[in-house]
């Protein structure tokens, strides 16, 4: 009997303590699971949602209640407007944690200006006569400036539609940027106008004809293809070459435009060089007209008066090239070895009854 009533205490005592350790959980689920103010929130669409404000916000979590900033700003909520706006929706109980307002911040993808126009250069890159990206001026109708996305925008940004004319340089091209979320994708489009450049020498000075450029007579600057043309000249192709004619300053330098300098100058003295194997010797002379290294000019020898012709090799200098008499051929040998040669036939002499004298020439 004693035994019987001792089990049963402690089946009581067993069952007690069950339900005390049952209900300490329960009360300890229901700590935890009390809706809780975020300081600090961060949204990725357009608006705000109630699971977005609290925590262990249940089946209101999906309510919108209120807008979001604007894509990439932060915006500030009073926690007094927020608790009027959760009962509303019945939602009560909310612990506010002290806090006096809720930051939200609006995620957002950004694009950079500079990225779009890299981005549109790369899209029209050798199109209907274009050349290299790098090299294309743009010019937008619109400042495209930074764009910003939705923060589910993640995917490439892809040409969809890119149309140039090469007649009046414009163009049209659009972009779409794929969404992770499923949504349709965004479109981007941008009209302008796209010129092509090249780096030119252009002229710090205006200079005369026949005048030899300085290094500080030429600068650097990428101007229009079609301003300067195929034959742009760099600037270590122009510097110590010489203008053909008169140009302006800022003017754009063509290879045709420049030739190279005049070693020697028309009426100038010069070094008249005559030279063969084993001769060389120099005269003064004058000449007749200019000419740059490797040029034949006419210059007169001081010495003889006569006019010669000679080949531009320095700076006032001009090499004349004397002919080397030839060799006389050598002696006909008469025998061979092919055969023994066959006796000269016999010659008729006709005699003179009186001598002749030799005509004058």
């Known amino acids: 009997m004693i035994a019987r009533s001792l089990i049963l205490a402690s089946a009581l005592l067993a069952?007690?303590?069950?339900?005390?350790?049952a209900q300490s959980r329960l009360e300890?689920?229901?700590i935890i699971a009390a809706p809780a103010l975020r300081a600090n929130v961060q949204v990725s669409s357009d608006i705000v949602r109630i699971g977005d404000l609290i925590d262990n916000a249940g089946s209101a979590s999906q309510i919108a209640i209120y807008r979001a900033p604007d894509l990439g700003t932060t915006g500030s909520l009073q926690v007094t407007q927020v608790i009027n706006a959760l009962r509303a929706h019945q939602v009560i109980g909310v612990d506010t944690r002290d806090l006096k307002e809720i930051s939200v911040t609006r995620l957002a993808r950004s694009i950079e200006g500079k990225d779009i126009e890299a981005q549109v250069g790369r899209a029209l890159e050798r199109k209907n006569g274009l050349g290299d990206a790098a090299n294309l001026n743009?010019?937008?109708d619109r400042d495209p400036g930074d764009v910003r996305l939705d923060a589910g925008f993640t995917g490439a940004i892809?040409?969809?539609?890119v149309r140039y004319d090469n007649r009046n340089g414009r163009f049209d091209v659009t972009f779409e940027i794929a969404n992770d979320s499923g949504i349709n994708a965004t479109k981007l489009r941008f009209t302008g106008t796209a010129v092509e450049t090249v780096e030119a020498a252009v002229l710090a000075r205006s200079v005369e004809r026949n005048e030899v450029l300085k290094s500080s007579d030429v600068v650097v600057e990428r101007r229009p293809k079609a301003e300067v043309g195929a034959d742009a000249a760099g600037r270590d192709r122009a510097v110590g070459m010489q203008a053909r004619r008169?140009?302006?300053a800022g003017q754009a330098l063509r290879v045709a435009d420049l030739a190279k300098p005049d070693l020697v100058q028309r009426d100038q003295n010069v070094t008249l060089i005559y030279e063969s194997p084993g001769l060389y010797l120099t005269v003064r002379g004058k000449a007749?007209?200019?000419g740059t290294e490797g040029d034949v000019v006419n210059v007169m020898n001081l010495q003889s008066k006569r006019t010669v012709s000679g080949t531009v090799t320095g700076r006032g200098q001009v090499s004349i090239s004397v002919a080397t008499p030839r060799p006389a051929p050598p002696a006909l040998d008469t025998t061979s070895?092919?055969?023994?040669?066959?006796?000269a036939a016999p010659v008729a002499v006709a005699k003179l009854?009186?001598?002749?004298?030799?005509?004058?020439e």
């Open 353 to 360: 009854s009186s001598p002749v004298a030799p005509k004058a």
């Open 337 to 343: 070895s092919l055969g023994v040669a066959e006796p």
């Open 15 to 21: 069952a007690s303590a069950s339900v005390a350790v």
């Open 246 to 248: 008169q140009l302006r």
């Open 288 to 290: 007749l007209e200019s």
């Open 138 to 140: 743009l010019t937008f």
């Open 158 to 161: 892809q040409p969809t539609s």
């Open 28 to 30: 300890q689920a229901d």
